[in-house]
């Protein structure tokens, strides 16, 4: 059992998320398949009082979540933890990304923080890192900008914040790893990959305490309430980290 406060945020408390969670059930008829890793960005802007996030709106043609606001985020790929990396995550975060997955190790951990930085530039054009003037080798053509922008991926500024996995049945599944970043780790802006034709049709800056006025999933209202938590920890790294599964028809929240 974790020691983890009773923190009060949003709605509720911590220990009513997961039921929460439940309610936002939907159909679950599907043929039952295998969660694909995906892993997801939330960056924060706290040059105000109140931080704010960034969150994009997803094209109405998306059969996935289309039209909602969510956080830039896709599949982890293999040739991702051959990307090179500025420095490595913090090692609490590292040993619970490792924790519940087949063939853990250091490269696999550090691919979903990897895959977290890729789809936030390719869906918004923030590109995560630090400038190098040593060449830089990327692994797949997805990497390329990031090798000619001479831009390393730096996963010491990421924060590990939670994990959540679709429950069975599901027409898509996905077990998916939250990271947080604070924006100023952006070392470049491109524009041209948000607008009518592009995966996100639209990205706002909304304050933590109003983001959820958006039409946002179940899993990203709550994700939201465990930022909220974390920044007022001062985004510690010893700060718990939350994994939402179903069992038995119900969402449980387990801490890693």
Do not use: C
Request: charged share 25%; hydrophobic share 40%; glycine share 6%.
């Amino acid at each position: 059992m974790s020691d983890e406060p009773e923190a009060m945020v949003g709605r509720g408390t911590v220990t009513d998320r997961a039921e929460r969670l439940t309610r936002t059930i939907r159909d679950q008829s599907s043929p039952n398949l295998r969660p694909r890793d995906s892993a997801t960005l939330i960056l924060i802007d706290r040059s105000d009082a109140v931080p704010k996030v960034l969150l994009g709106r997803r094209h109405e043609r998306h059969r996935f979540l289309p039209g909602k606001f969510v956080f830039p985020g896709g599949r982890v790929e293999i040739k991702d933890r051959l990307m090179p990396t500025a420095a490595p995550l913090h090692l609490s975060d590292t040993e619970r990304l490792m924790q519940r997955v087949k063939h853990p190790s250091l490269a696999k951990a550090a691919a979903f923080a990897l895959a977290a930085i890729r789809e936030t530039y390719e869906e918004t054009g923030l590109m995560l890192g630090v400038p190098s003037t040593k060449p830089i080798a990327a692994p797949a053509e997805a990497w390329l900008p990031f090798a000619k922008a001479g831009v390393m991926p730096d996963l010491s500024v990421v924060h590990f914040i939670g994990r959540a996995i679709t429950p069975p049945n599901r027409p898509r599944r996905f077990d998916s790893r939250f990271f947080a970043a604070d924006f100023t780790s952006v070392a470049r802006q491109d524009e041209g990959f948000v607008g009518a034709e592009a995966e996100l049709v639209e990205v706002v800056w909304m304050p933590i305490t109003e983001a959820r006025k958006l039409d946002i999933p179940g899993i990203t209202a709550i994700v939201l309430e465990e930022l909220q938590d974390r920044i007022v920890t001062g985004m510690s790294h010893d700060h718990p980290v939350p994994l939402y599964r179903m069992l038995h028809k119900r969402f449980l929240r387990e801490v890693l």
